[in-house]
């Protein structure tokens, strides 16, 4: 069976310190396939729309702005029950609260610059897929 979708990016201060490779390790590991991958940099226009959804809250200028702070990792990754397993892999939004052994314990900073993204749903996982890759894109 294929598994199900989810869609994750390294955010730009992972990307600027290295950790694309520890990353997609850790992702690999834990049995997530890669499915599409690149390396691109948002404008701060098309980060605002990315994050649509968070632009009442009050770090989203904060947020639009790292995000277009430089190259970012966006991937569709695969596996079963790939939304929820792909949370626990990253665990908390704050890496103070991350456990041992999550993506975002070892690489974030803080918790705006928090390495990682991932889906919190699989609607938002299509959606969000969509945004960066074309169906060509997706193997
Ligand atoms: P998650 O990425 O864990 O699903 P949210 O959806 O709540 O978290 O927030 C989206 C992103 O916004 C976070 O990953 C983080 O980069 C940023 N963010 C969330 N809360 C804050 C905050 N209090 N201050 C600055 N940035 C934040």
Redesign the pocket.
Known sequence: MAGSRTFTMI?PKAVKNQHIGGITAMIEAAGFKIVAMKKTQLSAEQAGLF?EV?KE???YG??CE??SSGPIVPMILEKENAVADF?KL?G???PAEAEEGTIRKKYAT?????AV??S?SDENATLEASFFFSALEQY
């Open positions: 955010k994050y968070h809250r009050p770090f904060e947020l790292f995000m949370r990253i908390a939004t704050d803080s918790k705006g610059e928090n993204h991932g919190d």
